[in-house]
T-cell receptor
Framework: EDQVTQSPEALRLQEGESSSLNCSYTVSGLRGLFWYRQDPGKGPEFLFTLYSAGEEKEKERLKATLTKKESFLHITAPKPEDSATYLCAVQARASSNTGKLIFGQGTTLQVKP | DTEVTQTPKHLVMGMTNKKSLKCEQHMGHRAMYWYKQKAKKPPELMFVYSYEKLSINESVPSRFSPECPNSSLLNLHLHALQPEDSALYLC????????????FGDGTRLSIL
């Protein structure tokens, strides 16, 4: 069964304290791994797509990496405005013709000044 | 501002009312999605439209009725809802190809009295 697990469930950081969020996945044929950021009361905001092991994407203080079993979202020197819930989702081969995503439960990040 | 626009932002309705949620995108995307999201949970897929045809119904109760009048518009008609249907309803769109990311609107916050 295709599955996505995110850890930790919640993370508290001091401003400037770098850390990583983990997304472990078990899918039969990865067609894409997606990272989203969601602020309270808003819809998920697309951040990155990763397709193959070894791939990396960067945007400001965020860097996403991918291996054959997991993805990491590295946050360098975070600021309070980085506080949000970060969602990981995968598209598997079985559902690639419909675009269906399998979501993890999310990691809620709080960055204190 | 997101490129997927949802109206209304908030909706309160009684269990006997009929209402509709509206979603619009002008990115030329060929796939559109409805999701339901409860507090502190990831989005749950409800329906997928591909090229204006319903391609996935995730066993959603018939009190939810989707409609895709054209490639830019997606509606969700609501009738005889239950209190447990209170949630954030998200619309998303994607170009429709394998591994393409979905872009979400900010949702409609629905409360059933």
């Amino acid at each position: 069964e295709d599955q996505v697990t995110q850890s930790p469930e919640a993370l508290r950081l001091q401003e400037g304290e770098s850390s990583s969020l983990n997304c472990s996945y078990t899918v039969s044929g990865l067609r894409g791994l997606f990272w989203y950021r969601q602020d309270p009361g808003k819809g998920p905001e697309f951040l990155f797509t990763l397709y193959s092991a070894g791939e990396e994407k960067e945007k400001e203080r965020l860097k996403a990496t991918l291996t054959k079993k997991e993805s990491f979202l590295h946050i360098t020197a975070p600021k309070p405005e980085d506080s949000a819930t970060y969602l990981c989702a995968v598209q598997a081969r079985a559902s690639s013709n419909t675009g269906k995503l399998i979501f993890g439960q999310g990691t809620t990040l709080q960055v204190k000044p | 501002d997101t490129e997927v626009t949802q109206t209304p932002k908030h909706l309160v309705m009684g269990m006997t009312n009929k209402k509709s949620l509206k979603c619009e995108q002008h990115m030329g995307h060929r796939a559109m999605y409805w999701y339901k999201q409860k507090a502190k949970k990831p989005p749950e897929l409800m329906f997928v439209y591909s090229y204006e045809k319903l391609s996935i119904n995730e066993s959603v109760p018939s009190r939810f009725s989707p409609e895709c009048p054209n490639s830019s518009l997606l509606n969700l008609h609501l009738h005889a809802l239950q209190p447990e249907d209170s949630a954030l309803y998200l619309c998303a769109s994607s170009p429709g190809g394998v591994g393409t990311p979905q872009h979400f609107g900010d949702g409609t916050r629905l409360s059933i009295l």
